[in-house]
């Protein structure tokens, strides 16, 4: 699924893909809300959102990914670089094993396309965490 309502505004840095995220997970039905949702934005030269898709939706507590699926939609749409995203539906948003491996593994998948991965965000109701605040990418 793709949300059409936030196309366009300017990302001026990594951080600012949280509250569009948690906005539109909030959007969502209440039960979808406990599962894992992952998230990729697209983004043009200029740092404008080109696109937020829903890339999976998992179970409480995991969310298959892939990247063949997560970039799929960045080279049909020629975006420069993207921010991923998911959810973590227990609201602890420390990442997991499992966390640090995929953003490894897009991250490496990003540099072979020429797509640079500027962030890596995982959310919660109220709180985030961000793999490059943490210096993690």
């Known amino acids: 699924m793709v ?3 936030y196309h366009g505004p300017k990302i001026s840095r990594p951080l600012d893909a949280v509250p ?3 906005a539109i997970l909030k959007s969502n039905d209440e039960i979808d809300r406990d599962k894992e949702h992952f998230y990729s934005i697209g983004l043009n030269g200029a740092n404008k959102v080109i696109y ?3 890339v999976s939706m998992g179970i409480v507590n995991q969310s298959p990914v892939h990247p063949r699926e997560v970039f799929r939609r ?3 749409s020629a975006c420069s670089a993207i921010i991923i995203g998911h959810n973590h539906p227990s609201g602890n948003s420390d990442p997991s094993k499992e ?3 995929v953003t490894s593994r897009l991250r490496a998948a990003g540099e072979l396309l020429g797509i640079e991965v500027l962030d890596h965000v995982i959310i919660t109701e109220d709180n985030f965490y961000s793999f490059a605040e943490h210096d993690l990418l």
């Open 74 to 76: 960045a080279i049909l």
């Open 3 to 5: 949300y059409e309502k």
């Open 99 to 101: 966390d640090t491996e």
């Open 20 to 22: 569009i995220l948690q």
């Open 52 to 54: 937020v898709e829903l």
